[in-house]
């Protein structure tokens, strides 16, 4: 299967090259907010604003006497960032995202080059008005060439070029295995079968004494001095490693359970809702819908069947074996007896059987089925 896919490498530039890099996301940045602020007036003098009409003022704009640095970086980049707005604009009348949002400075920032604005050549990578090949930090093989690229700095200061390749993904053999599970915090993920439940990974929780200290001693540097800039640096590396520590947990999660089951069921939580309560910092910590996001997509790769159980499904409050729905099932019950079978359920592994029996159906899979 032929699919898109972006190889993310970490680079160590010189002190030249961060210089460039550095003027490079300036601008990039400058032109961004110029271009959302100008279609924000565009709009509210009634005129319609698109990607040739932002390039004609951006071409308009370089000759302008007060931004003619403009000129010192790439037009490819500055083209790019026209791209990403008008992505933006159209995420947001799809209603896939919010309203475009100014780029601030002290942010990751990032630049993205077409095939036109790099060169790659023996494992040698040049970007355009920058002399000097990339010291990249080549982790593996890339599957072709690359028909863009994007140049980033995190909050913490490190660099990465991530590159765009087509890249053939072969289905992985069938197997007669199924997955299904119930989300949470008590457990991270409660199993249909009678395996135990998988306990949460704490990531932020096991370091947030070190955050909260790290926080106060930012919040005491004077606003715009050096020891203030070093405190924000030890801040956004902690908080990096916290990212770094949970993303390489659900990518390994993930690609375990669609290489061992055929078909994996999940749940459709409002996760936007539930970070509104007082548990947002816990299922922030837990990234429900990024292992969601994860395995959608990897389940399309890798030729398997993913399915979710709608939003509103009853799979708390319904008996798995006989049916039976209960009107109204407080949380703090977390387990209970069914009135018409009397079979004793665990709150979370009943709703990961009625998940299970959910997708059997709904994937075509007639007739229940017990873990």
Avoid at 98 to 107: C, D, E, I, M, T
Avoid at 273 to 280: D, N, V
């Amino acid at each position: 299967m032929p699919v898109k896919r972006a190889f993310r490498f970490r680079f160590y530039p010189t002190a030249e090259q961060e210089q460039r890099l550095a003027q490079h996301f300036g601008c990039v940045r400058f032109v961004y907010n110029h271009m959302l602020a100008r279609r924000e007036q565009r709009y509210k003098d009634g005129l319609k604003s698109s990607y040739v009409d932002d390039a004609a003022a951006l071409t308009a704009l370089k000759q302008t006497p007060g931004c003619v640095w403009l000129r010192e970086v790439s037009i490819v980049a500055l083209q790019a960032s026209l791209r990403h707005l008008e992505t933006a604009y159209k995420n947001f009348f799809a209603r896939r995202a919010g309203f475009p949002r100014f780029k601030r400075k002290r942010a990751a920032q990032s630049y993205s080059l077409m095939r036109n604005g790099f060169n790659l050549r023996d494992g040698k990578l040049t970007l355009a008005k920058i002399a000097a090949p990339l010291d990249v930090r080549w982790s593996r093989q890339l599957p072709g060439t690359p028909s863009s690229l994007t140049v980033s700095r995190d909050a913490a200061g490190r660099y990465f070029v991530s590159l765009l390749c087509d890249d053939e993904v072969a289905p992985l053999p069938v197997c007669d295995k199924l997955f299904a599970a119930d989300l949470g915090l008590t457990h991270f993920l409660t199993f249909a079968d009678d395996q135990p439940p998988l306990s949460p990974p704490k990531f932020l929780a096991e370091l947030l004494h070190r955050v909260r200290r790290l926080s106060r001693a930012l919040s005491r540097k004077q606003q715009g001095s050096k020891n203030r800039n070093k405190a924000r640096q030890r801040l956004a590396r902690l908080h990096a490693r916290i990212a770094d520590s949970r993303k390489d947990f659900l990518h390994k999660l993930s690609t375990q359970l669609i290489r061992e089951n055929q078909a994996v069921f999940m749940e459709d939580l409002c996760i936007k809702g539930m970070m509104r309560s007082h548990l947002a910092r816990s299922i922030g910590d837990a990234a429900w819908s990024e292992l969601l996001r994860q395995l959608a997509y990897k389940a399309a790769w890798y030729g398997r069947t993913y399915w979710q159980a709608d939003r509103f499904f009853a799979s708390s409050k319904t008996c798995h074996a006989c049916g039976f729905k209960h009107k109204s099932l407080p949380l703090n019950i977390r387990q209970w007896a069914c009135p018409a079978c009397g079979e004793i359920h665990d709150r979370d592994r009943n709703a990961a059987r009625n998940i299970l029996n959910a997708g059997l159906l709904a994937t075509g899979t007639a007739g229940r089925a017990e873990p």
